[in-house]
């Protein structure tokens, strides 16, 4: 079982920075994948980032590619998502999820989910 905690969480001016973490346990996670997800008021839960723990290759939407950046600390089991310039369509629910083999961009795909942190960007 793997447990994930998200924070970093805020309301944000736009153009400003946010940088979300995601605490991992419960796993070794040397062959997992770890992504941010995100989901709007009445819309579907959109893929954001994602990184894969053993070679860092890291994947990111078209909408916050050069904004966003996915990083990870593996003394820590943390994952990192610091968003810059961040604008009012960013505001959403964020969340961080896990899966145990190569990256992918499908919400169906991943079999750990944190709880969310939400991220309100003001205009």
């Known amino acids: 079982q793997v447990q994930l905690v998200e924070s970093g969480g805020g309301l944000v001016q736009a153009g400003g920075s946010l940088r979300l973490s995601c605490a991992a346990s419960?796993?070794?996670?040397?062959?997992?994948?770890m992504g941010w997800f995100r989901q709007a008021p009445g819309k579907e839960r959109d893929f954001v980032s994602a990184i894969r723990w053993s070679d860092i290759s890291t994947y990111y939407a078209d909408s916050v590619q050069g904004r966003f950046t996915i990083s990870r600390d593996k003394a820590k089991n943390t994952v990192y998502l610091q968003m810059n310039s961040l604008k009012p369509e960013d505001t959403a629910v964020y969340y961080c999820?896990?899966?145990?083999?190569?990256?992918?961009?499908?919400?169906?795909?991943?079999?750990?989910w944190g709880q969310g942190t939400r991220v309100t960007v003001s205009s």
């Open positions: 419960g796993r070794t996670f040397s062959t997992y994948t």
């Open positions: 999820a896990a899966r145990s083999t190569y990256g992918s961009r499908l919400v169906r795909d991943y079999d750990y």
